[in-house]
């Protein structure tokens, strides 16, 4: 497509459902990567991939929270039991191979736990 | 561990004046990529202005530059002839040249224009 895109743009569960947001990534774009930006801070690396695997996965908070990216295009991060601490903007962003810059975000899903 | 600090949590200007938003970040690597990105309420993050840090020429786009001061680990953004558009949330951003493939954000700072 012609941008990041991610689904959906906005949702709000209860505490302890599970959740799957969903970004589908520019065409062609080998390296994706997922943020977490909480209420008046700038977003928070959670994990890397390059292709269909995950090279860096370092900021994945705790194991409720796990990400796949099946066939190397789309992508979707998933979070068990979901706590009201989760609630925060999830932003995905895209890259041709290494990003240095070449960055493309979308406009993320804002996770509202309640 | 980079770190990106913004000690501006909000700033305004006047409609067509300049404004200067602040970012220190702290590294050992000699070679990464430090960045401006804008937030307007979509959320989208809009990339604004790249810097190489071996260049040592400052990046400049436009209204937007950059003064990059290596030696102090400063990166701050001008923004001359302000434009009721350019009011959103700024953030400054690290990339290591190679490897990390993690973006580390400031805090950001809100710029607001005044007509």
């Known amino acids: 497509g012609a941008g990041v895109s991610q689904t959906p743009s906005n949702k709000v569960t209860e505490k302890g459902k599970y959740v799957e947001l969903r970004c589908d990534p520019i065409s062609g774009h080998t390296a994706l990567y997922w943020y977490r930006q909480s209420l008046g801070q700038g977003p928070e690396f959670l994990i890397y991939f390059q292709g269909t695997g995950a090279a860096d996965d370092s900021g994945l908070p705790n194991d409720r929270f796990f990400a796949v990216r099946p066939e190397g295009s789309v992508s979707t991060l998933k979070i068990q039991r979901t706590e009201r601490g989760d609630s925060a903007v999830y932003l995905c962003?895209?890259?041709?191979?290494?990003?240095?810059?070449?960055?493309?975000f979308g406009s993320g899903t804002r996770l509202t736990v309640v | 561990a980079q770190t990106v600090t913004q000690s501006q949590p909000e700033m305004s200007v006047q409609e067509a004046e300049t404004v200067t938003l602040s970012c220190t970040y702290d590294?050992?690597?000699?070679?990464?990529?430090l960045f401006w990105y804008k937030q307007p309420p979509s959320r989208q993050m809009i990339l604004v202005i790249r810097?190489?840090?071996?260049?040592?020429q400052n990046a400049t786009e436009n209204r937007f530059s950059v003064n990059f001061q290596k030696a102090a680990k400063s990166f701050s953004l001008k923004i001359s002839d302000s434009q009721l558009g350019d009011a959103a949330m700024y953030f400054c951003a690290y990339d290591s040249y190679q490897g990390a493939q993690k973006l580390v954000f400031g805090q950001g700072t809100r710029l607001t224009i005044n007509p």
């Open positions: 962003a895209s890259s041709l191979g290494l990003g240095a810059g070449g960055y493309t």
């Open positions: 590294t050992s690597e000699s070679d990464y990529y």
């Open positions: 810097q190489e840090a071996y260049k040592q």
